[in-house]
């Protein structure tokens, strides 16, 4: 199994419909994050959690809510998809040191129509 | 967080080295330099990162200058598999840490 697994991988919505994506690691870090990429672009950070009681914003967090249900789990919700929203989702996890590194999940292509 | 500089895209020979440079001259004392590579739409991996000294692991050797204002991924012996985004990022290793990508340099390693 994957360290950091991320579901849906593909997914196609209608505007205005709520949607989830989640993210689960088995490598036992503390620290998760979201991040958002555009067809050409890097890579954007959305929300980020340093752990279960710590959410905090990222560059581009207008439309976005999170939720960490665990040390594990941690999920992004679109309240009311719009079409700009479309891009591939990134989740990635980091240990409290982070000197080594982010392990990112395989990411969610997401399509609002 | 420091910015970085990369160039837009670079191309290499199979089986020659890789060379990928980044300038980040307002770098401060405590920030690390690091790299990651995306190969297509796969989630980044991370590669090597430095403070001051050169870096070498069994994906490539990172070169920071002694002013530490630049520094050069290099990739000894590129092959096809190669062929991905490479992002040069400096942070500081804290507890504040986040990543923030650039658009990084898009390496093409032909046959």
């Known amino acids: 199994d994957a360290d950091v697994t991320q579901t849906p991988r593909n997914r196609i919505t209608k505007t205005g419909k709520r949607i989830m994506l989640e993210c689960s690691q088995t490598?036992?870090?503390?620290?998760m994050y979201w991040y958002r990429q555009d067809p050409g672009l890097g890579l954007r950070l959305i929300y980020y959690?340093?752990?279960?009681?710590?959410?905090n914003k990222g560059e581009i967090s207008d439309g976005y809510s999170v939720s960490r249900q665990a040390q594990a789990k941690f999920s992004l919700s679109l309240e009311s998809a719009i079409p700009n929203q479309t891009a591939l989702y990134f989740c990635?996890?980091?240990?409290?040191?982070?000197?080594?590194?982010?392990?990112f999940g395989s990411g969610t292509r997401l399509t609002v129509v | 967080d420091a910015k970085t500089t990369q160039p837009p895209s670079m191309d290499c020979a199979e089986g020659r080295a890789a060379n990928l440079p980044c300038n980040h001259s307002t770098i401060s004392g405590n920030e690390y330099v690091y790299w990651y590579r995306q190969i297509h739409s796969q989630g980044p991996q991370y590669i090597i990162h430095g403070l001051k000294n050169n870096e070498t692991n069994e994906m490539a050797s990172l070169i920071i200058t002694e002013d530490r204002k630049s520094s050069t991924l290099i990739l000894p012996h590129a092959t096809l598999r190669d062929t991905a985004v490479y992002y040069c990022i400096v942070r500081v290793g804290s507890n504040t840490d986040k990543l923030i990508f650039g658009t990084g340099t898009r390496l093409q390693v032909f046959p």
């Open positions: 990635a996890t980091s240990d409290r040191a982070s000197l080594y590194g982010y392990t």
């Open positions: 959690s340093f752990d279960v009681k710590d959410i």
């Open positions: 490598k036992g870090h503390d620290r």
